[in-house]
């Protein structure tokens, strides 16, 4: 249990009603399932608060624990829950697939299969139809960055500092974050200063960062180059937007070099940023493969690479598989998310809801000295918390106080970023202004007693 908080006259921040009461629970304790983690899960597993809550029920915005209590979920998964917990039309879609066939391999022919190719594909821009699913984004990247390679014929690929892409061999090398790396060796991935507005060494001037790129490329490879692979927005990275400008001038440089630009939507795609529906739209280019995972799935295991017929034709040189990659339970229940996010017009919510909350995180920013930046689009937003402003001062401990003080207020929200010290806010789609006020109540709450 975190501290006690200080009354300092600041409103008591008030959970908006939700009609719905979880069943109830008979299974074992948190106490009982942490203890059996710390025997039997790896110890690699972490969590984000000093005692790990035992969710048992998810309903829409709202997690719940064993004892029924409800909190709002403002990390959403990680950025996995997209049209909300539970959502009642992705769960009919997953029993009546898994009523029929759960697994058939790409041995056989199932329509669940192409269905949601074809939608995938009908949400593209140009060329982009062909679809190859796997089960995670790490599997996605891996498999982009092969494409490349086997297209180009280079070995060079070209990722951002602060990237997260992935923790398998190849991916693993892209990744651009000393935390997340163990032993990677010649990965082949040469990593460009990171387009940071907020940290960055070139403040917000997208073409001196993309000058770094052309650099790179003179004079880290021979001058080919099989991919330039990024996030729109940077997710583990802490929330970080690309400066204006960087992507089409990079775009042009990849381009004289032969490679091919890897959108990673892994956590920016999918409606999430609000005003589009990838995050590479409104850069103004057009990548020539694009990853995605997470939120494809509202949380199933589910991963997809999409590119052009004419890149995909270099996977048909040797036998390329992956055993559930595309197991028709998984894309009905991407199919169905996809249905959901139209239907209920959750991209457009993502955008109204997501463009409130930032405001009034920047509100927020103007009351307390301890928020150094508040940036993101739609519901992929991120608050970064300094001790210093003009130094930029990781404020870590805070940032993790404020966390475990408004979980006891019920509201979970998630951070990242190589100093530990960005809330990561990624609820799912399904957000409403209500939920944005209560969070934002909770952040002002906590952050008054500090
Ligand atoms: N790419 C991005 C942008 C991610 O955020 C992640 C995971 O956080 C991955 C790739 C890897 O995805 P997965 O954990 O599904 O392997």
């Given amino acids: 249990q975190s501290e006690v908080l200080r009354d300092n006259g600041v409103a008591t921040p008030k959970m908006p009603p939700f009609d719905y009461t979880p069943p109830p629970y008979t299974g074992p304790t948190a106490d009982e399932i942490f203890a059996q983690r710390k025997e039997y899960l790896s110890p690699s597993m972490f969590y984000f608060y000093n005692k790990p809550l035992n969710i048992v029920d998810g309903k829409r915005q709202y997690l719940f624990d064993e004892s029924g209590r409800r909190y709002l979920d403002g990390f959403g998964g990680i950025a996995t829950v997209s049209c909300g917990h539970c959502h009642p039309d992705v769960v009919e879609a997953i029993v009546n697939q898994t009523k029929r066939i759960q697994h058939s391999t790409i041995l056989y022919l199932n329509h669940a299969i192409g269905d949601f190719a074809q939608a995938l594909a009908s949400k593209l821009p140009a060329n982009l139809k062909v679809v190859f699913f796997t089960n995670s984004g790490t599997e ?15 070995h060079d690929i070209i990722s951002l500092r602060n990237a997260y892409h992935g923790n398998a ?4 090398g892209a990744t651009a974050q000393g935390n997340w ?3 990677v060796i010649q990965s082949g991935v040469h990593h460009a200063v990171n387009p940071d507005p907020y940290r960055g060494v070139f403040g917000a001037d997208g073409e001196k960062y993309a000058n770094d790129v052309q650099d790179l490329i003179d004079f880290g490879t021979s001058g080919h180059v099989a991919g330039f692979m990024c996030e729109a927005i940077q997710g583990v990275g802490g929330i970080v937007e690309l400066a204006q400008g960087y992507l089409p001038a990079v775009y042009n440089s990849v381009k004289k070099a032969g490679g091919l630009f890897i959108a990673d939507e892994v956590q920016c795609g999918f409606a999430r940023t609000g005003s589009n529906f990838w995050g590479f739209e409104g850069h103004g280019v057009v990548p020539d493969i694009v990853t995605m995972a997470k939120g494809i799935g509202n949380g199933i295991p589910l991963g997809a690479v999409v590119t052009t017929p004419e890149v995909a034709e270099v996977l048909t040189r040797r036998n390329y598989f992956n055993t559930f990659g595309g197991n028709p339970v998984c894309t009905a229940a991407g199919l169905a998310v996809l249905k959901v996010i139209e239907k209920e017009k959750l991209q457009d919510n993502a955008f109204v809801v997501g463009s409130y909350l930032k405001e009034r995180l920047n509100a927020l920013k103007d009351k307390y000295e301890l928020i150094g930046d508040v940036r993101g689009r739609g519901l992929m937003l991120g608050v970064e918390l300094v ?4 130094l930029k001062t990781p404020a870590k401990a805070e940032t993790e106080h404020i ?3 408004m979980k006891d207020l019920g509201v979970l929200i998630g951070k990242g970023g190589f100093r530990g010290n960005v809330f990561r806010i990624t609820p799912p789609l399904c957000f409403t202004k209500d939920d944005a006020d209560f ?11 500090i």
């Fill in 439 to 449: 969070l934002v109540d909770a952040m002002d709450y906590t952050m008054s007693k």
């Fill in 169 to 172: 061999a190849g991916t693993m």
């Fill in 140 to 154: 996605a990247n891996e498999l982009a960055m092969l494409i490349a390679r086997l297209y180009t014929g280079s």
């Fill in 403 to 405: 966390m475990e003080n």
């Fill in 181 to 183: 790396k163990f032993n």
């Fill in 387 to 390: 001790t210093d402003r003009e």
